[in-house]
C-alpha cells in the first residue's frame, strides 16, 4: 500500500454523518488537526459545509383557467437534503382570495428527511362572475433549520374565462302616443364583480 506517512489527508463529513459512518483504516493514527481556513463551499446553503439550507420558490404553471382542470402547483425546495424533515413557513398574498377564490391554501409545507422539495398546490375556484384576473402569491418566511433562499416568493395568475351577454326585453312594443312610457328590462347573462355601464341608443320611427 501507498505510504500517508507525513501527507496531509482531508476528511469530509456530509451532512448527517459523524465518525461512525466513515470508513477508515484501523491502523491510521491521526495526531494533528487543523482547521484550514479558505475552502471553498458549494455554497452557503449546502449540507455538506455544515450550514443550514436555503429554501426557495416556484411555481408551475404560471396562470390557470378559473374554470380549467388544470391547478398551480408551488415547488419549494431546499439548496440541500437534510436527515430530518424541514418545516418551512408559508406566507400567503395576492389579489385571490384563499376559500372564496381557490382551495389550498396554507401556512407551512414540510419537506420530508433526505429530500428537497414539497408542493403546493392552489386549486382555483369555478364560478360564473366575470371578473378581472386574480393573482396568488405564496412566500417563504423566516423559521427554524433553513434560511430564506432565492427566490423568495412566486406569483401566478387565476384568469377569468367568464363573459357576460346584454339582453332587452321586450325587443319591440308599439303603443299608442297617449299610454304611459315604454319600458324595457335589461338584463346580464352573467353577473359582473365590476359592474357594467352601458350606453343607449334611440332612434325616432316615423
Same mark, same amino acid.
Given at each position: @500500500?501507498?505510504?500517508?506517512?507525513?501527507?496531509?489527508?482531508?476528511?469530509?463529513?456530509?451532512? #448527517?454523518?459523524?465518525?461512525?459512518?466513515?470508513? $477508515?483504516?484501523?491502523?491510521?493514527?491521526? =495526531?494533528?488537526?487543523?482547521?484550514?481556513?479558505?475552502?471553498?463551499? @458549494?455554497?452557503?446553503?449546502?449540507?455538506?459545509?455544515?450550514?443550514?439550507?436555503?429554501?426557495?420558490?416556484?411555481?408551475?404553471? !404560471?396562470?390557470? !383557467?378559473? /374554470?380549467?382542470?388544470?391547478? !398551480?402547483?408551488?415547488?419549494?425546495?431546499?439548496?440541500?437534503?437534510?436527515?430530518?424533515?424541514?418545516?418551512?413557513?408559508? $406566507? $400567503?398574498?395576492?389579489?385571490?382570495? /384563499?376559500?372564496?377564490?381557490?382551495?389550498?391554501?396554507?401556512?407551512?409545507?414540510?419537506?420530508?428527511?433526505?429530500?428537497?422539495?414539497?408542493?403546493?398546490?392552489? /386549486?382555483?375556484?369555478?364560478?360564473?362572475?366575470?371578473?378581472?384576473?386574480?393573482?396568488?402569491?405564496?412566500?417563504?418566511?423566516?423559521?427554524?433549520?433553513?434560511?430564506?433562499? +432565492? @427566490? =423568495?416568493?412566486?406569483?401566478? $395568475?387565476?384568469?377569468? =374565462? =367568464?363573459?357576460?351577454?346584454?339582453?332587452?326585453?321586450?325587443?319591440?312594443?308599439?303603443?299608442?302616443?297617449?299610454?304611459?312610457?315604454?319600458?324595457?328590462?335589461?338584463?346580464?347573462?352573467?353577473?359582473?364583480?365590476? #359592474?357594467?355601464? !352601458? +350606453?343607449?341608443?334611440?332612434?325616432?320611427?316615423?
Amino acid at each position: @500500500p501507498v505510504s500517508l506517512n507525513g501527507q496531509n489527508i482531508r476528511i469530509r463529513f456530509r451532512a #448527517g454523518w459523524d465518525s461512525s459512518t466513515v470508513n $477508515t483504516n484501523p491502523n491510521w493514527r491521526i =495526531d494533528d488537526v487543523q482547521l484550514q481556513a479558505g475552502v471553498t463551499c @458549494p455554497g452557503p446553503g449546502n449540507g455538506q459545509c455544515g450550514g443550514t439550507p436555503l429554501a426557495s420558490i416556484v411555481v408551475a404553471p !404560471l396562470s390557470a !383557467l378559473e /374554470d380549467g382542470a388544470s391547478n !398551480l402547483v408551488y415547488t419549494v425546495g431546499l439548496s440541500s437534503s437534510v436527515p430530518t424533515a424541514r418545516t418551512v413557513n408559508i $406566507t $400567503t398574498g395576492g389579489t385571490a382570495s /384563499d376559500g372564496s377564490d381557490y382551495t389550498g391554501g396554507v401556512s407551512s409545507v414540510t419537506i420530508p428527511a433526505n429530500t428537497t422539495s414539497a408542493t403546493i398546490t392552489i /386549486d382555483p375556484t369555478a364560478d360564473s362572475v366575470v371578473e378581472a384576473n386574480e393573482t396568488v402569491i405564496l412566500g417563504i418566511s423566516a423559521g427554524t433549520g433553513y434560511t430564506v433562499g +432565492t @427566490p =423568495d416568493s412566486a406569483t401566478a $395568475t387565476i384568469t377569468n =374565462d =367568464d363573459s357576460a351577454t346584454v339582453q332587452f326585453a321586450p325587443i319591440s312594443v308599439s303603443q299608442s302616443e297617449a299610454a304611459s312610457p315604454l319600458a324595457f328590462t335589461v338584463t346580464l347573462s352573467n353577473p359582473v364583480a365590476s #359592474g357594467v355601464s !352601458l +350606453t343607449i341608443n334611440s332612434t325616432v320611427g316615423t
